[in-house]
Each structure stands twice: as structure tokens, then as C-alpha cells.
């Protein structure tokens, strides 16, 4: 039987302990990840991007067809070419039953050599619900791809992205259909990654944006390794410094094509949000700073490198709790000298600092303890989210990896686990 308490939702921020992508040897190193630019697969934005109308030509463009209605022109940037803009034009009227949109895909000028814009209803990711009796609203759209155009030496080279163009009334906007996927190995340990263009201009080398405004790039990295991007929890700006393992890492270089992507050491700490439902074996554990009852700092996991640690979430007046120590015990002093380490967090109420530091010495406890006397409340079971104890999780304490975790460290669960750990780290 486990003792629980239901919990809300946390507020509280999270410090995300992402694990083993990148190699943790020294300050100065610059770690490259490369991805493969595709036209299609690309996450839209909650928001699509307004295209500004005009009734005056561009001077780009060269040659046009035979519109139905007065043209309305605007321009798409894609790259950081100095032919980069796309021309985009919408032959419309109020109230016409015909629409059309024309798009210089390859940004030639001529709008009558590109593909049809296929124009027909469709229904928009993250697309504001109408109001209880307002008017529909006519929607139509249409999947584009144009070339983004990059510098590249003394010339220019192309990359095909796919753009959902979307017409609603005398208004145009698009959303992006394209996408930057890669993956990051470490050791053993491979990462699934992608580079979100937020600003949906194509130039990944423009992040950089002024405080409290939102991201131009994104980096999901699938830190829980569920095999799919779990937001936001596995996103990060990379105009700021994140969490990285045992770490925290910038940017080092990205080039504009969003191709390739080095990230350095940052001297600066990071936090990011985490939700302990995003905590998997095989995935990360959640980093944090505290201090043992003893007054001793602790950093988790980078103070356990070359180690397997077990976090043990627990308290003295838990019965379950109390039923697991002397195996807990046994299984820490064989394996201790081994690379097993422990780290208690108690649960323990306001006013109890002194009865566990006697249970934890008659019980043969040697292994560091956590107090804050926060009960249910306690800043780290928080942070876990933890709602029943004994509650525990085996930790790398290179990577941060989670090796275990719930019942499975239970009784001679544990043994086998640390056992099947160690062994793993020695190898």
C-alpha cells in the first residue's frame, strides 16, 4: 500500500535535466548537429503569418495573367538571398465567387509559369473557434512550394519549402509546411531534434530577439524519447541558454539554411519547464539545486558524474516506506563501493528534522537526506510531482538518463536494477 495526495497543477519552474546529448568533457567544447531540410512534414503555427496588400506592382515581376478582379500584391520572404522575396498575389473582390492566388514559386518574375494555387476549403491548426452566432467564416487554402533562396559564395542556392496559403475574405496569410529534422548522438544515446522557424522567414541564423518577446527559432529535442516532440517541455529558444544534461549550452553558429547547428558550454545556468509526466525510463530526470540536512550544497544530478544515483522520495511516518529500508540499505552498502549513491528526499512535516535524523542513524541510513519540512508541499516532490510514497527513480548521474523508476525499484527490484546499472557503466 503507498501513501498519496492528489496534487494540482504545478506553478512552480522547472529545471530541465535534458540527458546525454551532448558529450559533457569540457567547457570549451562545440558540439554539431546537422539536419535534412524537407519541403513537407513541417508544424504549423498556432497563428499563421499576414501577408501585407497592395494594389502596386513590385517592380520584380515581369509577367502576369489575365486577372478576373483588381490584383492586391505582397510579398513572402523565404531566405537571406538578395532575391529572397516571393511575390504573392491575390485576384479577389468582395463577395466573388471566384477566387485566386498566384505565387512565384521559383521567383522568376513570371506568375504565369509557376503551378496552379489549387485553392479549397480547409481546415486551420490552431485556428480561433467563431463565436456562438457569429458568421462563418470562409477559409480557403492551398499548399504551395516555393524556393527559399541563400546566399552561398559568390552565387545562390535554393531550398524547396512548402507553404499552406490561406485566403480568408480580401485578407492573405501562409503557414509553414517545412521542416529542419536531425539527430544528436552521444555514447549510446541518440536524439531525435528539430528546428522550429518561428518567424517563418527561412533564415535559422536570425534567432536572436529582444527580452520578453517570443522565440524566432525553436529547438525540440524528444528528450523523453516517446518517439514524438512534446511541447513545451521539449522546446527551447536558442536566443537563450538551456539545459542540457548536466549542463547548460548556446549557440554557437547556425547557418541560415538551418542546416547545421553547433552549440557551445554557457557560463550562464538555464531553466526550463519539464512536466514530471514527460519523465520516462530512457528519457531525462528533472536537474535542481538543494542542500542536505547535513548543510551540504547538492547539484542533481552533475554532482553524481561517474556514479548511479538512486532518488528515494520517502518520509518516516510512511508504514510502506519504512518496510523498505533495510532492504534499501543492505542494497546501498554492497553496492556503494561499487558507484551506488543515494540522495533521500523526505516528506517529512514541519518540526520532524530532528526524528529523522534519529530514524535515519538507527536504521543505518548513511546516505545523504533532503528536509524542508514541507510535507506533501516539499519543493522537490513538487518538482517531481510525486503523489504516493515510497516513490524513487535511478538516475545516471552522467547523462541524467532515468534507468528505472516506480514499483520496478521496489524490493529485489532494486538490487537487480543497480545491479544491471553497473554494469552497464562499466562497460
Avoid at 497592395?54 to 532575391?83: N, Q
Avoid at 550562464?268 to 538543494?290: N, Q, R
Avoid at 554492497?334 to 536504521?363: C, N, R, W
Wanted: charged letters at 20%.
Amino acid at each position: 500500500m503507498r501513501h498519496g495526495r492528489q496534487f494540482g497543477q504545478l506553478g512552480a519552474a522547472v529545471v530541465v535535466c535534458l540527458t546525454g546529448l551532448f558529450s559533457s568533457a569540457h567547457a570549451d567544447e562545440v558540439v554539431i548537429g546537422r539536419l535534412t531540410a524537407s519541403a513537407d512534414g513541417g508544424m504549423h503555427a498556432a497563428n499563421p503569418m499576414k501577408i501585407k496588400l497592395l494594389d502596386v506592382k513590385p517592380a520584380g515581376i515581369t509577367k502576369e495573367p489575365v486577372y478576373l478582379h483588381v490584383p492586391l500584391y505582397g510579398m513572402i520572404t523565404m531566405g537571406d538571398a538578395k532575391e529572397s522575396q516571393i511575390a504573392v498575389v491575390l485576384d479577389s473582390a468582395p463577395n466573388a465567387s471566384t477566387v485566386r492566388v498566384y505565387v512565384d514559386a521559383n521567383g522568376n518574375g513570371d506568375l504565369t509559369d509557376d503551378p496552379t494555387v489549387a485553392l479549397m476549403p480547409m481546415a486551420v491548426a490552431g485556428a480561433k473557434k467563431a463565436a456562438i452566432g457569429a458568421p462563418a467564416v470562409s477559409r480557403l487554402g492551398a499548399h504551395v512550394k516555393v524556393d527559399a533562396r541563400y546566399k552561398s559564395g559568390p552565387g545562390m542556392t535554393t531550398v524547396v519549402s512548402g507553404l499552406t496559403v490561406l485566403v480568408t475574405g480580401m485578407e492573405l496569410a501562409y503557414n509553414r509546411d517545412y521542416s529542419r529534422t536531425g539527430k544528436l548522438t552521444i555514447g549510446t544515446r541518440v536524439y531525435r531534434m528539430a528546428l522550429i522557424d518561428q518567424a517563418m522567414d527561412g533564415r535559422y541564423g536570425n534567432y536572436k530577439h529582444e527580452a520578453g518577446q517570443p522565440a524566432k527559432v525553436s529547438l525540440l529535442i524528444d528528450r523523453n524519447g516517446n518517439g514524438e516532440f512534446d511541447l513545451p517541455g521539449e522546446a527551447n529558444d536558442i536566443a537563450k541558454p538551456f539545459r542540457l544534461g548536466v549542463g547548460s549550452y548556446e549557440v554557437a553558429t547556425i547557418d541560415n539554411k538551418g542546416t547545421t547547428i553547433s552549440l557551445k558550454r554557457s557560463m550562464t545556468s538555464a531553466k526550463e519547464t519539464m512536466a514530471p509526466s514527460d519523465m520516462l525510463v530512457g528519457g531525462d530526470c528533472i536537474s535542481f539545486d538543494t542542500e542536505t540536512t547535513a548543510g551540504k550544497k547538492v547539484s542533481f544530478p552533475a554532482d553524481y558524474k561517474g556514479r548511479v544515483v538512486l532518488l528515494d522520495f520517502w518520509a518516516v511516518w510512511c508504514p510502506p516506506c519504512r518496510a523498505e529500508v533495510p532492504n534499501i540499505v543492505q542494497v546501498y552498502n554492497l553496492a556503494h563501493p561499487e558507484g551506488f549513491d543515494m540522495l533521500g528526499i523526505s516528506l517529512d512535516k514541519a518540526g520532524d528534522k530532528q526524528v529523522l535524523a534519529d530514524y535515519t542513524m538507527e536504521q543505518g541510513m548513511t546516505w545523504p537526506e533532503v528536509f524542508d519540512g514541507g510535507f506533501w508541499m516539499a519543493e522537490i516532490a513538487q518538482l517531481y510531482g510525486v503523489e504516493s510514497i515510497p516513490h524513487s527513480l535511478l538516475v545516471d548521474g552522467d547523462t541524467g538518463q532515468i534507468l528505472a523508476m516506480g514499483d520496478k525499484l521496489r524490493g529485489d527490484g532494486l538490487a537487480t536494477s543497480v545491479a544491471k546499472a553497473l554494469a552497464l557503466k562499466k562497460k
